[in-house]
C-alpha cells in the first residue's frame, strides 16, 4: 500500500511539473513567428502618377494601411501606394498593435532629349528622340518658329531657313528643350549662286545622254586673230566684220567635248553645251542680249559650236567666237538635266 501510494505522489508530481513548462514553450514559438513578419520595403522612391504595391510578408492577419501625408501618396486597403505629389511621407502597416514603417519619397517626372543643342543646314532634318520616367509617355512636340525650324509629331525636325530655334518636348507636365541653329546650305556647284567653272570640266546628264566639256583656252583681241588666222579663218571679210562690232573684243573660246554616253539617236550639239543667244550676267540673274556670234566657215566649220554633233562615245575640240561688249567681263549659261533642273556655268574672261 505504502508502494502504491509513492507510485501516485510521483505521477502526480511530474503531471504537475509538465504543465509549467508547457506555456514558457508555447511563448518561444509565438515570439519567433512575430519577429518574421515583416514590410516589403522600408524605403522607397516614386515618380508623382505611379504607383507602388507594398505587402506584408510572414502573417495573414489584417493589415490597416495608412499615409502620414495623403497629399503627397496615398494607400488603399491592400497596400496599394499612389504617388500625388513631390515631397515625403511614411506609409503605416498595423497589425494590432504593432507598426511597420515605409518611408517614401515621391519625386516629379522628367523629360530628357538625346539633344539639347545642334545646328543643321537648311533643307536638312533632324530627329529628335524623348524619354520620360512619368505615367505618360506621349510626347508633346513644339517649334518656337516653324518658319525656321519646324517639328513633328514625332520628334522630327525640319531645317526651313537661317536662324534659330527652340524645339520643346512635353509629357507628364514637364518639359526639355533643345536650341536649334539653322546655317545656309552649301549651294551646290551649278546652282545660280554658286556656278560651275568650266575650266574645271563639266559634266552633265541631260535628256538624251551624258556630256563631259572643259574650257582649255580663252583668247582675246589680237591673239583671238592670230589664232584664228592661223586656222585659217580669218580673212578681210572677217576683219571687216569686227570693224562692224565697235565697242567690242573678239574672244575665243576653245573646249574639250566628249559625248560620254547615251547620243544614239540625237547626237550632242555644241549648242546643248552654249549657245550665244541664251547668256545671263555673271551672276546668273539677267539676260545679256549684246553678244554677237562669228561662225568658222572653213576647214575647222565642223567644230564650231553651232555645227559640232557627236554621237555616244566620240569627243572633238570646239570652238566659239564672240564679239564681246568691252565692260563684259564675265556671263553665264544655264544647262537642264534629264531632270529638267538648271545646271549654271559661269564663265570669267
Known amino acids: 500500500m505504502k508502494r502504491l501510494c509513492k507510485i501516485i505522489a510521483l505521477s502526480m508530481a511530474l503531471f504537475v511539473g509538465c504543465a509549467f513548462t508547457v506555456p514558457a514553450a508555447t511563448g518561444t514559438l509565438e515570439s519567433h513567428a512575430a519577429s518574421k513578419v515583416k514590410i516589403s520595403k522600408k524605403k522607397a522612391t516614386i515618380v508623382k502618377g505611379k504607383t507602388l504595391q507594398l505587402k506584408m510578408k ?3 492577419k489584417k493589415v490597416k494601411w495608412t499615409s502620414s501625408k495623403k497629399k503627397v501618396a496615398t494607400v488603399n486597403k491592400k497596400g496599394k501606394v499612389t504617388a500625388k505629389k513631390a515631397g515625403k511621407t511614411v506609409i503605416t502597416a498595423k497589425i494590432g498593435n504593432k507598426k511597420y514603417k515605409c518611408k517614401i519619397t515621391v519625386k516629379n517626372p522628367t ?115 592670230n589664232k584664228l588666222n592661223a586656222m585659217g579663218e580669218w580673212g578681210e571679210y572677217d576683219q571687216e566684220e569686227y570693224n562692224e562690232h565697235p565697242g567690242t573684243t573678239l574672244t575665243l573660246f576653245i573646249y574639250d ?39 568658222l566657215n572653213n576647214g575647222y566649220e565642223s567644230k564650231d559650236r553651232a555645227l559640232l554633233e557627236l554621237y555616244g562615245g566620240a569627243s572633238s575640240d570646239m570652238y566659239m567666237a564672240l564679239y564681246v561688249p568691252n565692260n563684259i567681263t564675265s556671263f553665264s549659261n544655264v544647262i537642264y538635266d534629264n531632270n529638267f533642273n538648271p545646271y549654271w556655268v559661269k564663265y570669267s574672261f
Request: hydrophobic residues 35%; contains cysteine.
Open 58 to 60: 510572414g502573417t495573414k
Open 111 to 225: 523629360v530628357n532629349l538625346n539633344k539639347t543643342k545642334v545646328t543643321a543646314k537648311t533643307g536638312a532634318s533632324i530627329k529628335l528622340k524623348a524619354t520620360t520616367n512619368g505615367k505618360s509617355k506621349r510626347i508633346k512636340w513644339k517649334s518656337s518658329n516653324s518658319k525656321i525650324a519646324s517639328v513633328t509629331s514625332k520628334g522630327i525636325v525640319y531645317a526651313n531657313r537661317v536662324g534659330t530655334a527652340t524645339i520643346t518636348a512635353t509629357a507628364n507636365g514637364v518639359s526639355a528643350r533643345c536650341k536649334v541653329t539653322v546655317t545656309a546650305a552649301v549651294d551646290p556647284v551649278g546652282s545660280r549662286t554658286n556656278p560651275a567653272n568650266p575650266r574645271n570640266g563639266v559634266t552633265v546628264q541631260d535628256t538624251f545622254g551624258t556630256m563631259y566639256f572643259k574650257l582649255t583656252s580663252v583668247l582675246r583681241g589680237e591673239n583671238a586673230i
Open 257 to 295: 567635248v566628249k559625248a560620254v554616253s547615251g547620243y544614239n539617236t540625237y547626237p550632242l550639239s555644241g549648242s546643248d553645251i552654249i549657245h550665244p543667244m541664251n547668256l545671263y550676267n555673271g551672276s546668273c540673274n539677267a539676260t545679256i542680249n549684246a553678244i554677237d556670234a562669228k561662225y
